[in-house]
């Protein structure tokens, strides 16, 4: 069974750094993309970026270039979503999703992350 | 501003039709570019719901069928539930400025 299982709810203040999680089951980690997807609270999805863990290549929205940072450590099949400063603004739901084998859609969905900014 | 234009909200009662509308451009669906659409129930992660316009992944029922067409996608819902109550978006590829992977805004669905 295909399971992302990703790390807890996060509460941080403005100004920190913070690393988040997305560990793949249940199929070959390397051979697929996978994406990072924020909600803000009451709002709809907005792709972040997408990473291929077999060798880290890495492609982000024009939205969040600059603003996250995305890796790979495949060695524990653990995706990762990181921010260097946190802002109120980037408190949100966060998901990360397996991009299908021909790299358009999303098939499987973690279960999300929320990360609380506030001071 | 989302790439793909979907209406806020949609209702219906128990047991009719609906249909959710996914409007795009000439750099996404226009470009034939297919349409995938998710299903998020109340305090859940989204879930797979329709791929390439017309395909339902195992599990889901036929009640939920997709239709693509020149710069449009559907979503029809027959013999609505109340467990049917949820957000829905559309999905596609763009080949424009918007950074490839882009969703619509999200269609509040309400089973009255």
């Known amino acids: 069974e295909v399971q992302l299982v990703q790390s807890g709810a996060e509460v941080k203040k403005p100004g920190e750094s913070l690393k988040i999680s997305c560990e793949g089951s249940?199929?070959?980690?390397?051979?697929?993309?996978i994406g990072w997807v924020r909600q803000m609270p009451g709002k709809g999805l907005e792709w972040m970026g997408i990473?291929?863990?077999?060798?880290?290549?890495?492609r982000y929205s024009p939205s969040f270039r600059g603003q996250v940072s995305i890796s790979a450590d495949k060695s524990i099949s653990t995706a990762y979503l990181q921010w260097s400063s946190l802002k109120a603004s980037d408190t949100a739901m966060y998901y990360c999703?397996?991009?299908?084998?021909?790299?358009?859609?999303?098939?499987?969905w973690g279960q999300g992350t929320l990360v609380t900014v506030s001071s | 501003q989302s790439v793909l234009t979907q209406p806020p909200s949609v209702s219906g009662a128990p047991g009719q039709r609906v249909t959710i509308s996914c409007t795009g451009s000439?750099?996404?669906?226009?470009?034939?570019?297919?349409v995938h659409w998710y299903q998020q129930l109340p305090g859940t992660a989204p879930k797979l719901l329709i791929y390439?316009?017309?395909n339902r992944p195992s599990g889901v029922p036929d009640r939920f069928s997709g239709s693509k067409s020149g710069t449009s996608a559907s979503l029809a819902i027959t013999g609505l539930r109340a467990d049917d109550e949820a957000d829905y978006y559309c999905?596609?590829?763009?080949?424009?400025?918007?950074?490839?992977?882009?969703f619509g805004g999200g269609t509040k669905l309400t089973v009255l």
């Open positions: 999703a397996r991009l299908d084998s021909t790299f358009f859609y999303f098939d499987y």
């Open positions: 249940g199929y070959g980690f390397t051979g697929y993309w």
């Open positions: 990473i291929y863990p077999a060798d880290s290549d890495t």
């Open positions: 000439s750099s996404n669906i226009g470009a034939g570019y297919d």
């Open positions: 390439e316009n017309i």
């Open positions: 999905q596609s590829y763009d080949s424009g400025l918007s950074g490839s992977r882009v």
